[in-house]
């Protein structure tokens, strides 16, 4: 959405998400990335890139985050690495959901 993406970004992005994600591949079941210039050509800040994980598991969970710079590349690279370290929290809270059940307290009034 008014930015052009070329062979050489396309390819970054796609380096860029192997890296960020490469080692979580059997927990993710889907990858969406959208780069957009929000300011058209008046520059600024204002080359978005979000990034929408979608997590193999129970209840489809779903991870977004939004990054903005004057530069489409930063914007990815920080876009996907900040969703990198949100993928690795969602799974290891998942995983300790299911090495430590729940406990339940029973309060007994004498």
Known sequence: SGVRVGEKLRHYIER???FALGRFGPDIEHVAVRVADTNGPRGGVDKECRVVVR???????????????ENVYAAVARALARTGRSVA????????????????????EE
């Open 55 to 69: 997590l193999r598991a129970r209840g489809n969970h779903r991870i977004a985050v939004d990054d903005h710079d």
């Open 16 to 18: 860029r998400i192997q």
């Open 89 to 108: 929290r969602a799974l290891e809270r998942r995983r300790d959901r299911r090495t430590y059940p729940a406990r339940h307290v029973v309060v007994v």
